[in-house]
């Protein structure tokens, strides 16, 4: 039978465990031991779990206590010296400290947070490692070797896995303009080469190594720098075998230099690319494991067995089942764990899908059908079938109103009625604002009561009529403290939403919502995404209720928050019976009705929050084009239909959107918001470049860290902005919600940020 493989497990623990762990620790509520002993047995029911499944090569330092890309930084001891690190091995406070910041106190001061940012095009959030000048590398964690012991004591022989150092270079940033990351290659594999001696003393023999950028566009010298790399590190212990793994995306034109690494085997995505099979096999050299991703690693729906066998079979019959191995397209982190803890879903939906712990699984599985063709399988594989049969037959999934809808969308329903210039004016007069307005981005801390509250009204002890008196109450305390600190555009805080995703798929058609699929965006914080399983409608108003409730207690303006189609897709689990540009029209004429109906009762203004714009986009350049129109055009006809007195808003966050600047502009929201304090307002340099005509809010400070920045500190970023932009184009805002912060920390915060608007005008 073909080897069966998995690159990587969700680490947050079944019933994020981890995360509840990691948030008493930073309370103070346990210590550091019973921090790691949490970690110690979610790894361990993680291991057993894969190898009980049939996994032959079962991954460790798969792990991560907030993010793989900040381990590997601590690993090499590339911590900035603002963290005050003395050698040896990185403590856990200030691993923290470099994905958090500090608080500081009278005696030491605060100590801003690394930057963070998107891990290729998902809504995995990782730490940015900052290289500077005169940078010393040296092995400062233990961490990978130790898991593999750990595993190894449990008698389970792991498979290692390292971010590659190529990939760890280029996701780099330095602060130093003429500071060249990949010129650091050779300070920083003797630190590597250290490790992987190490494991192959303690009796390790495939160490997988992710180099997920050569699935991205490449120059000569960049593609050179993976040769040298594995040139090294192969040459690190003659007993280990490297598996270099490429996900997200297909080789392409870098199909030669892959082939040519110094490595045992490679790992490609079937699932992204299932194109290349035949040219990789056609040209993999005879001493190569070829190893192929044919589970879906970032959706919910079960892999088709009879396509998946197929290749599976094909490729063993090319090259022979010692030389395949059957794996996943990329890391199960971007999955739930358990379907079987999904008791609330009905049997047929059940019946479609597959989470973590069910892919493991099925690639067992197909590895084992692959190397039997088929023998004994019968009775799984006919089940299987039938399932995929369901699926695609059922009444639920199709309506033909809504494909009516978007088939006769016009043109005119792109545009709004008057370019910007004309809008402006009118909305200056309508609305009323002073000089750098200030405003939030919409949630308000999401207490223990809310949350409370929520819950009593799932289980039945509190009755919808007593939530609603509840949510108002909340909403009124919301609307009063802004207007106390002096904001000048309120919002209701949403204090009715779990999610902001999950929120409106539970009220549209077409969605179905889980229980308990927790995936991990970033550190502690954990989604649970809706699925979209079918054609999307809205049958009714969804935020109308509350942005009126709350437009009522104030003569202030007040927002009405929605969130876009491009980010209920890409944050969503996506069908994949059609093409995503089709089922993101659907959403934009779900929301459109949304837009409308808010502006006829009276919200003035209208923020659609498209934080995955950036993240949709695809890993190639040459596929920008064909992303960039459906997801421009479908943004502007959720908005296009209101009047020109009615301000548009949009926000993003935590992104790189330099390369997309020009489609931004295209979007022509009247305001845009987005995350620019971890990185000093740097991304503005592209808006001043481009001379981007509308207004834009830049954040101010950082909304997941916990240290609170002064006035002073953010009128320092203000005066940044504004030496780019026009006074008449900034407003004042923090770089996200407020969701995850503490009344204590809005409260100053948000007072701070008002004094320095005010200082400003």
Request: aromatic share 6%; net charge negative; proline share 5%.
């Amino acid at each position: 039978m073909a080897i069966a493989t998995n690159l990587g497990f969700p680490r947050l623990g079944a019933n994020r465990e981890l995360k509840r762990a990691i948030e008493s620790y930073w309370a103070g509520k346990i210590d550091e031991n019973a921090l790691l002993r949490t970690g110690a047995i979610i790894r361990r029911d993680n291991w057993l779990v894969q190898q009980k499944a049939g996994i032959t090569h079962v991954p460790s330092n798969d792990f991560s206590l907030y993010d793989q890309v900040l381990d590997t930084t601590a690993m090499l001891g590339a911590i900035p010296e603002r963290f005050g690190h003395e050698g040896g091995l990185v403590s856990l406070d200030t691993y923290f400290a470099m994905a958090r910041g500090t608080v500081g106190d009278d005696e030491t001061p605060s100590v801003p947070a690394m930057d963070m940012t998107k891990w290729f095009d998902t809504n995995y959030h990782y730490i940015v490692p900052e290289l500077e000048a005169g940078m010393k590398f040296k092995l400062s964690s233990t961490k990978i070797l130790d898991e593999f012991v750990e595993a190894r004591e449990m008698g389970i022989l792991t498979r290692p896995v390292l971010l590659g150092p190529v990939t760890f270079l280029m996701l780099c940033k330095t602060r130093e303009p003429k500071l060249d990351p990949l010129a650091m290659m050779e300070s920083i594999l003797p630190v590597y080469e250290i490790v992987l001696k190490q494991l192959a003393a303690e009796g390790a023999e495939w160490i997988q190594v992710d180099e997920p950028m050569l699935g991205m566009d490449l120059d000569d010298r960049e593609r050179s720098a993976f040769g040298l790399a594995f040139a090294r590190l192969s040459s690190a212990s003659s007993s280990l075998k490297l598996l270099a793994t490429i996900y997200f995306g297909d080789l392409r034109d870098n199909l030669r230099a892959t082939l040519a690494l110094q490595v045992a085997g490679i790992h490609i995505d079937l699932v992204r690319g299932p194109e290349q099979l035949d040219e990789v096999m056609a040209k993999l050299p005879p001493n190569m494991v070829l190893s192929i991703g044919l589970v879906d690693g970032r959706n919910i729906w079960k892999t088709d067995l009879t396509q998946a066998t197929a290749l599976a079979t094909k490729a063993v019959s090319t090259l022979s089942s010692e030389r395949v191995m059957i794996g996943p397209s990329c890391s199960l982190l971007h999955c739930p764990v358990d379907l079987n803890l999904e008791t609330g879903l009905d049997a047929e939906m059940r019946s479609w899908m597959s989470f973590a712990k069910q892919k493991v699984r099925e690639i067992a599985v197909i590895a084992a059908v692959a190397g039997t063709r088929g023998v004994g399988a019968g009775a799984l594989l006919a089940e299987n079938a039938a399932a995929m049969e369901s699926r695609r037959s059922s009444r639920r999934i199709h309506n033909p109103l809504v494909e009516d809808r978007a088939a006769s969308v016009t043109p005119e329903m792109y545009g709004r009625t008057s370019p910007y210039e004309e809008r402006q004016p009118l909305q200056k007069q309508s609305l009323k604002l002073p000089q750098l307005p200030t405003t939030t981005i919409g949630s308000f801390p999401q207490t223990p009561e809310i949350r409370k509250a929520r819950a009593s009204l799932r289980s039945g002890q509190m009755s919808p009529t007593a939530y609603q008196r509840f949510l108002k109450k909340e909403i009124e305390a919301v609307v009063r403290f802004q207007e106390e600190i002096g904001l000048d555009v309120l919002v209701h805080g949403e204090a009715e939403r779990n999610d902001m995703v999950e929120y409106f798929g539970e009220q549209l058609e077409g969605y179905i919502s889980t229980t308990n699929g927790w995936v991990q965006s970033f550190g502690t914080r954990a989604v649970k995404p809706p699925i979209i399983f079918g054609d999307i409608s809205r049958p009714e108003p969804m935020t109308v209720k509350w942005a009126a409730y709350a437009q009522s207690l104030t003569d202030k303006p007040v927002k009405g928050m929605l969130t876009g189609p491009i980010t209920m897709l890409e944050w969503s689990f996506v069908r994949d019976d059609q093409p995503r540009s089709d089922t993101c029209r659907q959403l934009a004429l779900a929301i459109r009705d949304e837009v409308l109906d808010l502006e006829k009762s009276g919200i003035r203004i209208i923020q659609v929050d498209e934080p995955a714009m950036r993240e949709g986009l695809p890993l190639r350049r040459a596929d920008w084009a064909g992303y960039l129109a459906w997801a421009v055009e479908c943004f502007k006809l959720t908005v296009a239909g209101v009047t020109d007195r009615t301000q548009i808003h949009t926000h993003m966050c935590y992104a790189d959107f330099n390369d997309i600047i020009e489609s931004i502009g295209e979007m022509d929201a009247d305001v845009i918001s987005m995350e620019a304090s971890r990185s000093g307002m740097e991304l503005l340099s592209a808006f001043g470049e481009y001379r981007y005509p509308n207004q834009i809010g830049p954040g101010v400070y950082d909304i997941h860290s916990p240290r609170l920045p002064s006035a002073d500190e953010m009128k320092d970023l203000l005066v940044k902005a504004l030496d780019v932009l026009g006074a008449d184009q900034v407003w004042v805002n923090p770089d996200c919600g407020l969701k995850t912060q503490s009344w204590e920390e809005v409260r100053v915060s948000l007072g701070n940020m008002v004094d320095a608007a005010r200082s400003l005008r």
